[in-house]
């Protein structure tokens, strides 16, 4: 069911994340470990480098700008896209075991060389020094300082909070000054630099033995908001703890209009899944689909996925919610999904009779409701000329079946049958749920047409379990008024006139 937008989630039992401090205290030890490593490392392979140059100035020069550049390589590999924040490469522990591995790799070749006196001035030695020394353990280093800030900020209440990074800078420069000092002044006399490096490879491995907690909350992350002419569009994924796939969800304003599951693609709203294993139950390949409200196209694109014989048209109202679906969402023109743009009912007048097998409805205008001209006899009988012979529509309403809002679903339910001989129910919780909750009506203009007794997890709700019509009307374009309900001819409401009855009712 669409809900209002939420800032935060929380897994069942209602346990919260690992406090603010606890979490900059471990992000600042971690970080003072790395900068540890990394000034031991610097110094360590700079002692094998210099040791054998010719000219210090330019071997110094390279030494630190091959440094910085594998350091500032990694740092940019390491950091999460935009478009995709969860996807930020290797989990934690599998960066600081590469950053641990490569430093033992700088060892190893330290000790070969070490051994090596015959070679190792020369120029392909010096080269694979610096790589193999330098620039391999440093880029593999800085792989883990968005890693982790990463990690921090999502345990973060407040988004905005600048203490994470500080927490990082922090640690790093004084790990950093701490591992300098002590292999510049008190190791190098006495080890040597593979030993060194060997030490910075089991300093870089100990995160592994206490790895970060990892708080219970869900974090929000903003992927994409624009401004439209429409209203404001906002792309934000959900990152659970665990092994939990991320989840995407479109916001039109402050309401959820679509989401789906980041790596997958399927959907997260019950009744787009129960959709589409009704249409899959009632089509055939090489259908035709009409889907009047696009969002982010989960429902026509897993269709396309499905049959990609299928020819799909979705009418959408605003153009950049198209736009976002392509960028976002998974939608390709392979997929060969027809968009056209403007108001649903009005594109809907539009479209020649009889050119689709199914229709499937879900505009919806911010307020949790189904827009009005969508839901009169004279918009249903639009629909029902744009089936073909055999064809159904189906319709995403929310509504409540028992309540005070029962009338104005039902009327919806009424007016719908009023237009279409056949026509079924499918509630998500049950006609006796209180609570506003999604329904899928189907509907057929052939009278006795059966139709599956499921919609995925949503059960048919049968004909003589609906409750009567007190209290409904048959929505209308235009009422007549109370003369022309006295002058009016009483027709059978089948025919398509107006019903003095209903209207009285």
């Not at 899944?273 to 694109?301: I, N």
């Not at 409540?400 to 009338?407: H, K, L, Q, R, S």
């Amino acid at each position: 069911m669409r809900k209002k937008a939420r800032r935060c989630f929380t897994t069942e039992g209602g346990m919260a994340a690992s406090s603010p401090d606890s979490v900059r205290h471990s992000l600042a030890l971690r970080a003072s470990i790395l900068g540890l490593a990394l000034g031991v490392v610097v110094f360590a392979a700079g002692a094998v480098v210099l040791y054998e140059a010719r000219g210090l100035l330019a071997a110094t020069t390279g030494l630190f700008v091959t440094g910085a550049i594998a350091l500032g390589a990694g740092l940019w590999a390491g950091t999460p896209s935009d478009e995709a924040p969860e996807r930020s490469g290797s989990p934690v522990a599998a960066r600081w075991l590469g950053a641990a591995l490569a430093t033992g790799l700088a060892g190893a070749f330290a000790v070969w060389l070490a051994g090596a006196v015959a070679t190792r001035s020369t120029p392909a030695i010096r080269v694979a020094s610096l790589l193999l020394m330098v620039a391999f353990p440093l880029y593999r280093m800085g792989l883990l300082f968005p890693t982790l800030l990463t990690w921090a900020e999502g345990e973060e209440e407040d988004e905005s909070s600048t203490a994470p990074l500080a927490a990082l800078i922090g640690g790093t420069l004084n790990g950093m000054v701490l591992g300098a000092t002590l292999a510049g002044l008190v190791l190098m006399p006495r080890v040597t630099p593979g030993a060194l490096l060997f030490g910075a490879a089991v300093l870089l491995a100990l995160p592994l033995i206490f790895p970060e907690k990892r708080g219970t909350t869900a974090r929000e992350h903003p992927v994409y908001e624009a401004e439209t002419p429409f209203g404001t569009i906002r792309v934000i994924d959900t990152v659970f703890p665990g092994q939990r796939q991320p989840e995407r969800a479109l916001y039109l304003g402050e309401e959820i209009e679509s989401g789906e599951m980041v790596r997958s693609g399927a959907p997260t709203f019950g009744y787009i899944a129960a959709a589409e294993r009704w249409l899959g139950e009632v089509s055939a390949p090489g259908d035709t689909y009409l889907f009047l409200g696009g969002g982010a196209y989960t429902l026509p694109r897993r269709v396309a996925e499905r049959d990609p014989s299928a020819r799909s048209t979705v009418v959408e109202l605003n153009p950049e919610v198209t736009r976002v679906a392509r960028r976002f969402f998974g939608l390709r023109p392979e997929h060969g999904i027809v968009s056209l743009h403007g108001d649903a009912r009005a594109v809907a007048e539009g479209l020649p009779a009889g050119a689709w097998n199914r229709i499937f409805v879900d505009v919806y205008d911010g307020q949790e409701a189904l827009p009005y001209p969508l839901v009169t006899r004279e918009a249903f009988a639009v629909l029902e000329r744009l089936l073909r012979p055999g064809g159904t529509l189906l319709i995403n309403v929310i509504g409540e079946a028992a309540g005070e809002g029962a009338p104005r679903f039902w009327s919806v339910v009424r007016t719908l049958a009023e237009s279409f001989p056949s026509v079924a129910v499918y509630p998500h919780f049950g006609p006796d749920t209180t609570g506003r909750q999604n329904f899928l009506l189907a509907a057929a203009p052939e009278a006795g047409r059966g139709f599956p007794p499921r919609a995925g997890l949503f059960d048919l709700l049968p004909r003589n379990g609906w409750p009567g019509g007190e209290g409904t009307i048959v929505f209308r374009d235009r009422f007549p008024s109370a003369d022309e309900v006295r002058s009016a001819p009483a027709r059978d409401p089948a025919s398509g006139a107006y019903d003095p009855s209903a209207v009285a009712r």
